[in-house]
């Protein structure tokens, strides 16, 4: 019990993070694509510039992420006189290991059709929260299942429906990251953030 709790109350603010950095990322890719020099026709599709700017943008949300994550987990290593790298820590990135790795395996396979992309991410993500479920919180294997199951839903939805190269796909890519990196990280930062109990409870 109380593992899970400072789990919980590690995750949370990085959720916090990381959904904020992955709305700006999707709001500045956005506005890119729509407006000003990036404007292309429908008929040209996808172009190499798009492609750039979606990875540089979203790897810099990684990036932001990870490094807030790293912060938290000292700073919480810290206060509880821990050894940074703890068992915890090395099970937790065994777990995630394998989803993780097999997402940068498809990066590199399909890192020109972003519609097959995205979902590759949500289902990868999804399936590494899920392996920490026996040492984690309940609340993050659940949101697993709702990265997972959107994925999965997403990869299908552009299997049956718009299998193409066309820029509305690309842009609906680009709105179900935000959507779901974005909106649900800061879901599940409202909903599991450290409450202060009063001294009687």
């Given amino acids: 019990m109380e593992k899970s709790t400072i789990y919980r109350a590690i995750s949370a603010p990085t959720a916090l993070v990381g959904g904020l950095a ?14 000003g020099e990036c404007s292309i026709s429908i008929a040209q599709g996808v172009t190499p510039n798009r ?21 938290f987990i000292w700073r919480g290593a810290v206060l509880r006189k821990e050894p940074f790298i703890s068992a915890g820590m090395k099970m937790a990135l065994l777990a995630l290991f ?27 993500y999804g399936l ?25 839903s997403c990869f299908l939805y552009f299997k049956f429906t718009r299998w193409d190269l066309a820029i509305e796909v690309h842009l609906f890519a680009n709105i179900i990251m935000t959507a779901t990196f974005g909106l649900f990280h800061l879901i599940y930062a409202a909903c599991t953030w450290p409450r202060k109990t009063s001294p009687t409870s």
């Fill in 51 to 71: 492609i750039q700017q979606f990875f540089g943008v979203w790897l810099c949300v990684l990036f932001i992420t990870g490094i807030a994550n790293t912060y």
């Fill in 128 to 152: 590494g929260l899920i392996a920490t479920r026996h040492f984690s919180p309940s609340s993050i294997p659940r949101l697993g299942w709702a990265f997972l199951i959107t994925g999965l």
């Fill in 22 to 35: 992955s709305i700006i990322a999707g709001v500045m890719i956005h506005c890119w694509w729509c407006m």
């Fill in 98 to 124: 394998p989803p993780l790795m097999t997402g940068g395996i498809f990066t590199l396979i399909c890192h020109e059709v972003l519609s097959i992309l995205a979902p590759i991410w949500m289902i990868c």
